[in-house]
């Protein structure tokens, strides 16, 4: 409905944005150098955030970043399950055999990826989203994937994404080993006010409107209300949006705010 009231190309605010669209916050750029950085050393990383903060449009705007031909990129979202489910995972992302076999699959996995280092000059990248939930004897394994020569070398790069408390379980006796091998500590922080208003105004021209549509008082309602998550964000300016359309207003006031906060509570 607002799309035809404002004349917009598209709606803003949807999730699905190409990775060369989003907006470079403080934030995301400081992100990407710090991955950048844990590439070369083709170690652990650990990225964490709130829910909606943008860790994994920012992890996916790194992959799409990357030259397909030095990196090979597996990406997982794995929520709850046992070591052997792990393996399976990341077996099948790599194009192996799941095999039935822990140590089968654990040597299936470490052998493939020597494979692509040696033969095939690949730097592989091993994402795992959501790795909050994961359990201590996954988490351990998974160091356990990227020892390689006795320590002397690191082949597979795994980046870990995930709530902050996640950050909080690392700092535990049970996954010294693990916590000891991060290279790169990242937290998102979100969108900062002196951003914000930009950010609305990039997200407004990607859907074809150029001029201000968002008041000032406006957008510093939308981040009082959202901590400058970007996916509150996005809900707010978006039933923002629908409330000045319904009532056939020109700009967005901080009364349309009001009204989209029942919307998304």
């Known amino acids: 409905?607002?799309?035809?009231?404002?004349?917009?190309?598209?709606?803003?605010?949807?999730?699905?944005?190409?990775?060369?669209?989003?907006?470079?916050?403080?934030?995301?750029?400081?992100?990407?150098?710090?991955?950048?950085?844990?590439?070369?050393?083709?170690?652990?990383?650990?990225?964490?955030?709130?829910?909606?903060?943008?860790?994994?449009?920012?992890?996916?705007?790194?992959?799409?970043?990357?030259?397909?031909?030095?990196?090979?990129?597996?990406?997982?979202?794995?929520?709850?399950?046992?070591?052997?489910?792990?393996y399976k995972t990341v077996a099948w992302e790599l194009g192996l055999p799941t095999e039935r076999n822990r140590a089968a699959l654990f040597k299936h996995i470490r052998t493939e990826v020597s494979r692509l280092c040696a033969e095939n000059r690949l730097k592989p990248i091993l994402i795992v989203d959501e790795a909050h939930h994961l359990r201590t004897d996954v988490l351990e394994d998974l160091r356990l994937l990227t020892n390689y020569a006795m320590d002397s070398e690191n082949r597979l790069c795994v980046i870990l994404v995930g709530h902050p408390e996640l950050r909080r379980r690392l700092g535990m006796s049970a996954l010294e080993a693990l916590s000891q091998r991060i290279v790169v500590r990242a937290h998102v922080r979100g969108i900062a006010r002196d951003e914000i208003g930009r950010y609305i105004e990039h997200r407004i021209r990607l859907a074809g409107y150029e001029l201000p549509l968002f008041e000032p008082s406006t957008v510093e309602a939308i981040f009082q209300a959202s901590g400058g998550l970007p996916r509150k964000v996005n809900l707010l300016a978006h039933h923002a949006l629908f409330a000045a359309a319904i009532a056939k207003a020109k700009s967005i006031t901080t009364e349309h705010v009001q009204a989209a906060l029942a919307e998304v509570a």
Do not use: Q, W
């Not at 944005?17 to 150098?33: G, K, Q, S």
């Not at 170690?43 to 920012?58: D, N, R």
């Not at 990129?73 to 052997?84: A, D, F, Q």
């Open 1 to 86: 409905m607002y799309r035809k009231h404002f004349g917009l190309t598209r709606h803003p605010f949807d999730k699905d944005l190409a990775p060369d669209d989003l907006f470079e916050t403080a934030a995301l750029a400081e992100l990407t150098v710090r991955l950048r950085h844990l590439l070369d050393m083709r170690g652990i990383g650990l990225v964490t955030g709130e829910s909606g903060s943008g860790k994994t449009s920012a992890c996916r705007r790194l992959v799409a970043s990357l030259n397909t031909g030095l990196y090979r990129v597996n990406y997982v979202s794995l929520t709850t399950g046992n070591v052997m489910d792990l």
